[in-house]
C-alpha cells in the first residue's frame, strides 16, 4: 500500500490484538492434545480393539477429507466414495503388479486420487449450483464404480481383487492378525495428515477459502481467483481420501467393489454430521460415534440398523448441526467474558 | 429398432412421472429431496400388497398407489420437510438421505428383502403388431397412461388457479401471504401430488424395475439424472431429458450390453457440460 | 495523460430493454465524482459493467488507459479497480482483522499460500493495524462480523475495498441504511479517503452527494443526462425537473 496514506506508525498494541486475532485458530487447544492423547492411549491400553480402531482411524480421516470441501470450501459433493475407492484399488494394484512395500502403494494412491480430484474438480467449477455438483459427482463416481465392474480382468469385477499381499512396514513391522501393527500405521498417517490438513486451513489459504465460502461475490471483487483456489482443495481432498482408500486396502489386504458403492459416499456424509462439519476433527469425532452407533443398532437388530442410523441422523439434522456444535462453543465464551470483565 | 424405441419411450414417460414431483420441490420450492424414491416405493409396495394379498385387480390398485404415498407425502410436508425449506442444501440432502435410510430398513423389515412379483392381468400381457412393430401391451398402456398424467399435470400447473397461486407462492412468499394465500396449505398439496405421482409411477413402474427395498436408491439415482438434465425451470425439460435418457438406457441395454449403466452417467455429465443450465435454461 | 477510469459509449440492454445506453464518462486522478440519478436510473447496471459482473453489449472500457473489457472480475480487481457494495457482502463468520488481512494478502500476492502461519507477516499486520484505526473498527476488531453494528459493518465493506489498495474506487451508496447516530462517523471516514484514489460515488443521498463530491454525472434511463461541477448542477433546472418530476427526495 502507498505510504503516503499510511505514514504514522499504528501503535503496537493493536498490532498485538490482530496478531492474537489471526493466530486464534492456529493455536492448539487443550481439546485437541487431549484428542491426540486419547488416540495414542487407545493403541496400547486397547490392545484387542485394534482391528475396529483401524476401521473408525481409516473412517475418520476419509471424513475429514470430505470436511475440507464440505466445511471449509462449501462444496456439496456425493461422490467422495470415487477418491477412496481409486485409492484402495491404487494401493492394491500396486501391491500385486509392482511392489508390496506399503508406503509406495500409500503414495501411487494418493498421486491417483489428486490426479483424479484434479481432472474432474473443473466441472464443479461449472455452475455454482448444489444440485449440479451433486449429481456430477455422483456420476463420476457411479461411472468409476461401474468401470471397476465391467474391468474385471484388472479389479477381479465383483469378486474383488485377489491376493493383494503387503510387506512389512519400513521392512520390521509386520501387519499381523491382531491389526496392531495396521492400527499403528494408519494413526501415525492420520496424524501426520491431520497435522498437514490443519497448517493448511489455518494458513492465508485456508482464509480464503472460508471467506470463498462465506461470500463468493466479495472474494471475487476483491481478485481472489476463486476457480483455482477450490480447485486446489478439491485435488487436497481427494488426495487424502484415496490415502484412506489405501488404508484400507493395505490393512485388510482387499479391495472390492464396495469401495466405490454409493453408500460410501452417504455414509461419509453421514460420519461428518454426526461430528459436526467444519473444525476438522468432526470427521475424526464422528468416525467414533458412528462405529459405536452401528455397534450398538447391530447389536439391538441386527439387520436394521440403518433404520436408527437414519433416526439418529434425521434428529441432528432436525435439531441443527450448528446449535448443537455451537452450545459449547457459545458456554466456553460466556465464561471467558466473564472471566474478563 | 423401432420396438426399442417404444421400449425406450414408455420407461422414459415412466422415469418422467416419478420424477415429476422431484422437479416440482426442486424447481419451484428449491428442496433437495433424495427421498423422493421413497415415496415411489411406497406405491410399488400398495399395488403389490393389494393386488396380491388382497386380490384387488390391477387397475383398482392404482388409485390407491397414488393417494397412500400422497397422504404420506402431506404427512411428512407438514410434520419434517417443512422444517427444512429455509436450511441448506446440504442438510436438505442429509436429512433425506436419513429419510432413505429410515424407508429402505423399514421396508425390509416389514416386508422382507425379496423382489415383490405382480401378475398383470390378461389383457396387458404380450404384444399386438401395428405395421410389423411388435410393441409389448403392457408399454403401449404406460405410454398411454403416462402421457395422460403429464398433459394433465401441464395443464394444473400452467391453466389452473391452483396452479397460478402455487407460482406465486414460490415468487414472492410474503407478498402471496399478503394475498391471503395459504403458502403452507399449497406447499403440502403440491408435495403430495409429487409424492402420489411418484407412488404412481413405482406402482406401474413394477413390471420393467422389480420392486425391492432397495428401491429408493435404485430409482434415485435416475430421477435425479432426469430432473438435472432437464433443468427445473420448466416441466418438458425433464420430460425431454426422462425421454432421451429412457430410450437411452433401453437402448444401451439392447445394442451394447457391455457398457450397462455407464452410458447413462456418460450421457448425463456430457449433457452437463454441454447445457449446465439444464436443457432448458430458465428465462432471464 | 489518461483518465483513471474511462468509458467510451458503454451499452448494455436485457432483452427489448436499454439499461446503459451508451454512456461516456471520465473520471479523472484523485476525482470525486458522484453519478447520481433517480430510481431505475441504470446506475447498478453501470456499477456491474465497471467491476465485470455483467458482460457488455458495446462500447469499451479504459482503467488508466489500458482497455479491460473483456477482463474478468477477477482481473479488474487484480488490476486496481476496488468496489464497495450496495447491500454489504461481508465475510459473516470472520473478523474484521480476518477479513482486512485476507485483503491485504491477496493484494500482496501471499493469499494463496499454503503453509505460511497467519498473523506471522509483520507488513501485513502494520496495515491491519493502520486501516482498522482508520476506519474506527479498534474497538470491534476481534468480533464475527456478523456481530457487528449496521455502521460498523458499513465500514468494514469500505476497509476491504480500500485494503486492496485500488487506484479506482467505485463506492455504491456508502450510506444506505445507515442509521442517523452512526452517520457522522461514517461521513468523516469518507472525507479523510486518501486522495491518490480516485472515487466513483454512486449515491442516491443528495446531503453526501454535495458534501463529498466536486463533480458529479446524471444517468437517467440509462442515459448520460447531465454532468458537472457542483455548483452548476444544483443550478441545473432540467436536473431539478428530473428529481422533482419524479418524486424523488432532492
Known amino acids: 500500500m502507498t505510504d503516503t496514506f499510511l505514514s504514522a506508525t499504528p501503535p503496537a498494541p493493536i498490532r498485538q490484538r490482530a496478531a492474537r486475532d489471526l493466530t486464534r485458530r492456529a493455536r492448539w487447544k487443550p481439546a485437541e492434545i487431549l484428542f491426540w492423547l486419547c488416540a495414542a492411549a487407545s493403541f496400547f491400553l486397547l490392545p484387542d480393539q485394534h482391528l475396529l480402531l483401524s476401521e473408525i482411524v481409516i473412517l475418520g480421516l476419509f471424513a475429514l477429507s470430505l470436511d475440507l470441501i464440505i466445511g471449509y470450501a462449501g462444496v456439496v459433493t456425493l461422490g467422495h466414495g470415487a477418491f477412496f475407492g481409486l485409492g484402495a484399488y491404487v494401493a492394491g494394484l500396486t501391491s500385486i503388479h509392482l511392489t508390496a512395500e506399503p508406503l509406495t502403494g500409500l503414495a501411487l494412491a494418493a498421486l491417483a486420487a489428486a490426479a483424479l480430484g484434479l481432472a474432474t474438480g473443473p466441472l464443479l467449477l461449472l455452475r455454482a449450483s448444489d444440485l449440479t455438483r451433486l449429481m456430477v459427482t455422483l456420476g463420476v463416481a457411479m461411472l468409476l464404480y461401474e468401470a471397476a465392474n465391467k474391468a474385471s480382468w484388472l479389479t477381479g469385477g465383483a469378486d474383488g481383487l485377489q491376493g493383494v499381499m503387503i510387506d512389512p512396514l519400513l521392512g520390521r513391522f509386520e501387519f499381523d492378525l491382531f491389526g496392531t501393527t495396521a492400527y499403528g500405521y494408519c494413526l501415525i498417517v492420520t496424524f501426520v495428515l491431520t497435522l498437514i490438513a490443519r497448517r493448511i486451513v489455518t494458513s492465508p489459504y485456508g482464509l480464503s477459502l472460508r471467506a470463498i465460502r462465506d461470500n463468493a461475490l466479495r472474494a471475487r471483487s476483491m481478485g481472489i481467483p476463486v476457480g483455482p483456489r477450490l480447485l486446489a482443495i478439491y485435488a487436497f481432498s481427494a488426495l487424502i481420501a484415496g490415502i484412506a482408500g489405501a488404508l484400507l486396502t493395505q490393512t485388510t489386504m482387499f479391495v472390492s467393489l464396495d469401495v466405490l458403492a454409493f453408500h460410501r459416499s452417504a455414509d461419509v456424509l453421514l460420519v461428518l454430521v454426526l461430528g459436526g462439519v467444519g473444525y476438522l476433527y468432526g470427521g475424526l469425532i464422528g468416525a467414533v460415534a458412528f462405529k459405536l452407533l452401528q455397534d450398538w443398532f447391530s447389536a439391538l437388530t441386527p439387520q436394521y440398523w440403518m433404520f436408527w442410523m437414519g433416526l439418529v441422523l434425521l434428529v441432528v439434522v432436525l435439531i441443527g448441526r450448528d446449535r448443537i456444535q455451537t452450545l459449547p462453543r457459545t458456554l466456553m465464551r460466556r465464561l471467558h467474558a466473564e472471566g474478563r470483565a | 429398432m423401432l420396438t426399442i424405441l417404444i421400449d425406450g419411450i414408455a420407461y422414459g414417460m415412466l422415469l418422467f412421472v416419478m420424477a415429476s414431483g422431484l422437479a416440482v420441490t426442486l424447481g419451484l420450492m428449491n428442496f433437495v429431496n433424495l427421498a423422493h424414491g421413497a415415496f415411489a416405493m411406497i406405491g410399488g409396495y400398495v399395488t403389490a400388497l393389494t393386488m396380491n394379498r388382497m386380490g384387488l385387480p390391477f387397475l383398482a390398485t392404482l388409485p390407491l398407489a397414488f393417494l397412500v404415498p400422497a397422504l404420506v407425502g402431506m404427512l411428512a410436508e407438514r410434520t419434517l420437510y417443512a422444517r427444512m425449506y429455509r436450511r441448506s442444501h446440504l442438510e436438505q440432502v442429509l436429512f433425506s438421505i436419513a429419510l432413505v435410510f429410515m424407508a429402505m430398513a423399514a421396508a425390509d423389515w416389514l416386508l422382507g428383502s425379496s423382489q415383490m412379483l405382480i401378475t398383470l392381468p390378461g389383457w396387458l400381457q404380450g404384444r399386438f403388431e401395428i405395421a410389423g412393430i411388435a410393441i409389448g401391451r403392457y408399454r403401449a398402456f404406460l405410454i398411454l397412461v403416462c402421457a395422460a398424467l403429464v398433459i394433465g399435470l401441464q395443464l394444473l400447473l400452467s391453466r389452473t388457479r391452483f396452479g397460478a397461486r402455487l407460482r406465486a407462492a414460490v415468487d414472492d412468499q410474503r407478498a402471496a401471504r399478503g394475498l391471503g394465500i395459504n403458502v403452507g396449505g399449497i406447499f403440502a398439496l403440491t408435495f403430495a401430488t409429487g409424492s402420489g405421482l411418484a407412488g404412481l409411477g413405482g406402482a406401474l413402474g413394477i413390471e420393467i424395475m422389480g420392486l425391492d427395498p432397495t428401491f429408493p436408491l435404485k430409482i434415485l439415482v435416475y430421477v435425479l439424472i432426469v430432473v438435472t438434465i432437464g433443468g427445473t425451470a420448466t416441466l418438458t425439460g425433464p420430460f425431454l431429458a426422462a425421454l432421451i435418457i429412457g430410450t437411452a438406457d433401453v437402448a444401451g441395454k439392447y445394442y451394447i450390453p457391455e457398457l450397462g449403466a455407464f452410458l447413462i452417467y456418460l450421457l448425463m455429465i456430457v449433457l452437463l457440460i454441454l447445457r449446465p443450465q439444464g436443457l432448458i435454461a430458465p428465462a432471464r | ?250
Open chain 3, 1 to 250: 495523460m489518461s483518465a483513471a477510469l474511462q468509458t467510451i459509449n458503454l451499452e448494455k440492454r436485457f432483452g427489448g430493454l436499454v439499461a446503459t445506453n451508451k454512456v461516456s464518462l471520465v473520471l479523472e486522478h484523485g476525482a470525486r465524482h458522484a453519478l447520481i440519478g433517480p430510481n431505475g436510473a441504470g446506475k447498478t447496471t453501470f456499477v456491474n459493467l465497471l467491476t465485470g459482473v455483467l458482460p457488455t453489449d458495446g462500447g469499451r472500457i479504459l482503467l488508466d488507459g489500458e482497455d479491460v473489457t473483456a477482463r474478468s472480475q477477477i482481473q479488474r480487481a487484480r488490476l486496481g479497480l476496488g468496489r464497495t457494495f450496495q447491500i454489504n457482502q461481508l465475510f459473516a463468520a470472520m473478523t474484521p482483522v480476518e477479513s482486512i488481512g485476507l485483503a491485504v494478502s491477496e493484494r500482496m500476492g501471499g493469499g494463496g499460500d499454503i503453509w505460511r502461519r497467519l498473523g506471522s507477516r509483520r507488513d501485513i499486520l502494520s496495515e491491519i493495524a493502520e486501516l482498522v484505526e482508520r476506519f474506527r473498527l479498534t474497538d470491534v476488531m476481534d468480533q464475527p462480523t456478523r456481530a457487528l453494528p449496521y455502521g460498523k459493518q458499513r465500514l468494514l465493506e469500505i476497509a476491504l475495498a480500500l485494503a486492496g489498495n485500488p487506484r479506482v474506487l467505485l463506492l455504491d451508496e456508502p450510506a444506505a441504511g445507515v442509521p442517523e447516530a452512526e452517520r457522522g462517523e461514517l461521513l468523516e471516514t469518507l472525507a479523510e479517503l486518501p486522495r491518490d484514489v480516485s472515487i466513483l460515488l454512486i449515491e442516491h443521498d443528495m446531503d453526501l452527494v454535495f458534501s463529498f463530491a466536486e463533480r458529479i454525472t446524471v444517468l437517467v434511463n440509462g442515459t448520460h443526462f447531465a454532468e458537472g461541477s457542483v455548483a452548476e448542477i444544483m443550478a441545473d433546472a432540467r436536473v431539478q425537473e428530473v428529481y422533482l418530476g419524479s418524486d424523488e427526495h432532492a
